[in-house]
C-alpha cells in the first residue's frame, strides 16, 4: 500500500527530483555530497524522574549541512520518532533556510517520548536533561534548536536556563535557541510566526488563482501551535473553518467553527474532542471533505495515494513538515490542486526565530509589529518568487521552491570552496 513512506524517504525524493533539474547546471558530485547529512548524533538520556527513578531515553541531533551557516531546526518529542525522520527534517531545514533566505543550516532533534504521558515536571527533566547532555552539539554557530512537534516555548525557556547554569551564567552570549519566551529574550510574534506565514501564504494563493477569501472554507488537520494560529487568522479574514482535527478525535460545522471558543475548550481539554458546537467526525475521513484550502498541520505523511483522489480542497497549505506523500503529491498535480510546498508554507516560523537569533546577538530588542511587518514581507515575496519561477518552468510550487533552495545551498558551497 502507499503507506511505505517516511519522513526520511519523502525527503530524498523531494531532492532526487531537484537534484535531476539542476544536472548540467552543478557538478553532480556536489549534488551527491549535500544528498548526505553531515553529522547524525545519538544521546542516551537518563534523568531521575519524578518516581525517583532513573529512565532511559533516546534522543538525536542531525546537522544535515552547513553551508549556509549554523544548523537550525526544531526539537521533536514524540514517543515513535526515528534518527532517520530527524535526517529528513534536517534536510527539509535545509533547503528550507536557504529559500527563505536565512543564514542558516539545516538541523533538527529530536527525543523518544510522549509528552502526553508525562507529568508537567517529568517532561522539564527530560528536556533539561537533553540540554546538558546535547550541550556540545549546540550553540550559536553550530545548532539553534527551537520548537517543533511535542515541544513548546516554556521548553525552549527550560533549554537556556539549562545552558546557562551549566556555564555558570546568568545567560548566554549569542542565541542558543529560538522560540524561548519573549521575558528571556524570546521574540514577540515567535509563537504565532508559522501559522501566521501559513496564513500569508494561503492569502497569495487566493491572490494568484482570482478566488475570494472572505467567505472560503477550510480544514485544519492539528490543532498545536501551527494549526491553531492558522486557524485563528483565517477565521479573522472571514474563512468558514468547516472541520479540525487533532490526535484525539475531529469536529466539522458546515456554517464555521467559533476557533475562539475551540481554543479554549482545547486549553481546558487537552483536545478539539467533544466541543460542544461541532459534530464529531472522523479525522481520517475529514481530509476528503469539501473545502477550499486544506492545511495539514499536525504530522507527516497524511496525505498518500490512498486519499490523494478524493481530496476536494482547491488548495493544500503544508503547515506540517512533509505530510504529502510524493506518489499523493503526483495524484494532485494531475488533478490541478494548488499545493503550497512545506518548505514555502511553514518557513515563517524560522524566519522569525532568524530575527530572534539577531535580536539576541546583537542585544537588541524588536516589537510585534516589526516582527510581523518584516514576517508579511518575506513571506510574500518568496511565495511570488516560488510561484513566478513555477509558471515560467511549468513546474509544480514544490519543484520550484525545491529547485531555489538546492540551487542557493549549491552555491553557498561552490562560494565556501571543496575541501571540507
Ligand atoms: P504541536 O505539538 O504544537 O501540535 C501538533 C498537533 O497535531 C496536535 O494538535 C496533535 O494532536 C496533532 N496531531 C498529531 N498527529 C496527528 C494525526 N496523525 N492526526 C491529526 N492530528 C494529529 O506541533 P506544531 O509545532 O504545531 O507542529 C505541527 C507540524 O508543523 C509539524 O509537522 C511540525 O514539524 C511543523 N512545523 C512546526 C513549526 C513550529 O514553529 N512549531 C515550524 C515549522 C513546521
Redesign the pocket.
Known amino acids: 500500500m502507499s503507506n511505505k513512506n517516511s519522513i526520511l524517504s519523502t525527503a530524498l525524493a523531494n531532492y532526487d527530483r531537484t537534484a535531476q533539474m539542476l544536472q548540467g547546471e552543478v557538478d553532480s558530485d556536489l549534488l551527491l555530497k549535500i544528498r548526505q547529512p553531515k553529522e547524525r548524533i545519538e544521546v542516551t538520556l537518563g534523568p531521575l524522574l519524578g518516581d525517583n527513578k532513573l529512565h532511559l531515553f533516546k534522543a538525536f541531533v542531525v546537522r544535515h549541512s552547513e553551508a549556509m551557516g549554523p544548523a537550525k531546526g ?1 526539537i ?1 518529542m514524540t514517543d515513535s520518532v526515528s534518527i532517520d525522520d530527524v535526517t529528513g ?1 534536517a534536510m527539509e531545514m535545509t533547503w528550507k533556510c536557504a529559500l527563505i533566505g536565512v543564514p542558516f543550516g539545516g538541523g533538527k532533534s529530536g527525543i523518544v517520548a510522549d ?1 502526553a504521558k508525562l507529568t508537567k515536571h517529568d517532561k522539564e527533566i527530560i528536556i533539561r536533561s537533553f540540554a546538558r547532555n546535547a550541550l556540545r552539539h549546540i550553540g550559536p554557530q553550530v545548532y539553534v534548536p ?7 516555548e516554556q521548553d525552549m525557556g527550560y533549554i537556556k536556563d539549562a545552558i546557562s547554569f551549566s556555564m555558570g551564567k546568568a545567560t548566554t552570549q549569542g542565541c542558543y535557541v529560538t ?1 524561548k519566551p519573549v521575558i528571556l529574550g524570546g521574540i514577540p510574534g515567535r509563537r504565532e ?3 501566521n506565514g501559513v496564513v500569508i501564504c494561503i492569502t497569495e494563493a487566493f491572490k494568484t488563482m482570482d478566488m475570494k477569501i472572505r467567505g472560503a472554507t477550510a480544514i485544519v ?8 494560529v492558522a486557524a485563528i487568522g483565517l477565521h479573522r479574514l472571514g474563512v468558514r473553518i468547516v472541520a479540525v ?4 478525535g ?1 469536529v466539522a460545522d458546515e456554517k464555521g467553527l467559533d476557533i475562539e471558543a475551540l481554543i479554549e475548550h ?1 486549553k481546558r481539554t487537552g ?2 474532542k467533544d466541543f460542544p458546537q461541532g459534530r464529531q467526525i472522523d ?1 481520517k475521513k475529514m481530509l476528503e471533505m469539501p473545502c477550499d484550502v486544506l492545511v495539514p ?4 505523511n ?1 496525505i498518500t495515494a490512498d486519499n490523494a483522489p478524493n481530496i476536494k480542497a482547491k488548495i493544500i497549505a503544508e ?5 504529502t506523500s510524493p506518489q499523493a503529491d503526483e495524484i494532485l498535480t494531475k488533478r490541478g490542486i494548488f499545493t503550497i510546498p ?1 518548505i514555502l508554507c ?5 524566519f522569525v526565530s532568524y530575527l530572534e537569533y539577531t535580536q539576541e546577538t546583537q542585544q537588541e530588542q524588536m516589537t510585534e509589529e516589526e516582527v510581523n511587518d518584516r514576517l508579511k514581507k518575506r513571506m510574500t515575496e518568496k511565495f511570488h518568487q516560488v510561484y513566478e519561477l513555477s509558471r515560467q518552468r511549468k513546474i509544480t510550487m514544490r519543484e520550484s521552491a525545491m529547485y531555489i533552495g538546492v540551487k542557493n545551498v549549491c552555491q553557498a558551497m561552490i562560494a565556501r570552496g571543496y575541501l571540507s
Open positions: 526544531g521533536r527534517l509528552p527551537a520548537p517543533d512537534m511535542g515541544t513548546n522560540g510566526a508559522t501559522g488537520q492539528g490543532f498545536g501551535n501551527v494549526g491553531s482535527s487533532d490526535l484525539y475531529a482545547t483536545s478539539v479525522g498541520a499536525a504530522a507527516a497524511q503547515g506540517a513538515n512533509g505530510p512545506d511553514n518557513a515563517g516560523g524560522v
